[in-house]
């Protein structure tokens, strides 16, 4: 459901703007590394996370896209986006996540 692909088209860099691409509004498709979610390296800084965040809301967020399933996509994307975002943004869940990562049974709750 993620690809790398539709980050790709969903997010041009050309003149016509961000959100403009009515191809695909999807994540990438590691859905357990959010920092691929929000396309940043494990050193990004606090304000590199922010950055990113707000470029990709922009680009995201539903109320951008008419074509229905257009929307639910891109739904499901601000949702995976939000997440990311609400973990990697605050340095104590960030500091769990980077040691133990979405999956591992012995973290503490994020």
Known sequence: ?????????????????L????????LPADSTDLYAVLNLPRDAS????????????RTFHPDKHQDDNLKQDASESFA????????????QTRQIYDIYGMED???PDI
């Open 80 to 91: 995976r986006l939000n997440e990311a975002y609400s973990i990697l943004s605050d340095p």
């Open 105 to 107: 049974s012995d973290a």
């Open 19 to 26: 959100g403009s691409s009515e191809d695909e509004v999807e």
């Open 46 to 57: 606090d304000d590199d996370v922010q950055r990113a965040y707000r470029t990709l809301a």
């Open 1 to 17: 459901m993620w690809r790398h692909s539709g980050l790709r088209k969903a997010f041009p860099e050309e003149e016509d703007g």
